[in-house]
């Protein structure tokens, strides 16, 4: 029977600061929202801010109350959801892929580069009502937005990581003969994880805004809808606790991807 090793006074003293700073940030961080909110509710109710432009934390509590009375927000939100995630998986498997076969091909490479920096400099909305008579009035197109605008970011970002793969070491595994094979699968893509994992977590944000892009553009539900819709009425209150209720979706996702994050360090480790 295996017995666990017996911490060190030392590395218990260093366990229990670093806690503590964890704590400290995590306390900061709760401390500053609360303020932020406090400050935003009694500027408002005093008439420092004009509360029908800003809204308030109270009013946008009594918006959210509504909303889910209406039975409606859980829908708009599934649907928005649904749109980013599908956004997010296709634009990363393509993305990647892409960088995979650029690096593969040093000609590809030096062919595609001048147009991977076009297509991520052209502001995708642009291309809405191109998307929109390709992909119809439908989901098709939202998605097809949030693919767009994360597919480049993604490319870019990998075909970089593979690119900057210590050349050292690729040195040491062609003298060794390794097919170009074994040097992305035992080599290059192993030490890019990390810029994997930090692909994904640009790629939440990339995500989100294609979906409420498309969702200005051709949509029936949704928050993107929520937001178009009580902007064009003058509801304020409705497009903040939208706005509200998407931070805390987009937080989600980001910590998920932050939970995948550790257990590929734990798994590489």
């Known amino acids: 029977m295996k017995h666990k090793k017996e911490l060190t006074p030392l590395h218990k003293q260093f366990l229990k600061k670093e806690r503590k700073g964890k704590l400290t940030v995590f306390g900061g961080q709760f401390g500053f929202l609360i303020l932020c909110f406090a400050l935003w509710e009694i500027f408002a109710h005093y008439g420092v801010i004009d509360s029908f432009i800003t809204s308030s934390p109270s009013r946008i509590w009594r918006q959210f109350g509504e909303l889910l009375k209406n039975g409606n927000l859980f829908l708009h939100i599934y649907v928005s959801t649904k749109e980013t995630v ?3 998986l296709i634009g990363t498997a393509l993305g990647t892929l ?3 076969v650029l690096w593969w091909s040093p000609l590809l490479n030096k062919i595609f580069e001048p147009y991977l920096v076009v297509l991520n400099s052209l502001p ?3 291309l809405g009502p191109i998307i929109i008579i390709w992909a119809g009035t439908g989901q098709a197109a939202i998605i097809t937005m949030a693919v767009l605008i994360s597919v480049v970011v993604t490319t870019i970002t990998m075909l970089n990581g593979f690119n900057n793969t210590d050349p050292n070491k690729i040195l040491l595994l062609k003298t060794m003969r390794a097919k170009k094979i074994d040097i992305f699968g035992k080599l290059v893509l192993p030490s890019n994880l990390p810029t994997l994992v930090s692909c994904l977590k640009i790629n939440v ?3 989100w805004i294609g979906t409420i892009m498309g969702e200005y553009l051709t949509s029936q539900a949704g928050l993107g809808y929520l937001i178009l819709y009580g902007g064009q009425v003058f509801k304020l ?3 903040m606790t939208c706005i509200l209720v998407l931070c805390v979706i987009a937080a989600v996702m980001y910590l998920l991807v ?3 994050e550790k ?3 734990r798994w590489n480790s």
């Open 205 to 207: 944000g990339m995500s």
């Open 98 to 100: 892409a960088a995979i």
């Open 237 to 239: 209150d409705l497009v």
């Open 124 to 126: 995708k909305v642009a």
């Open 263 to 265: 257990s590929l360090v």
């Open 258 to 260: 932050a939970l995948l």
């Open 86 to 88: 599908i956004g997010f």
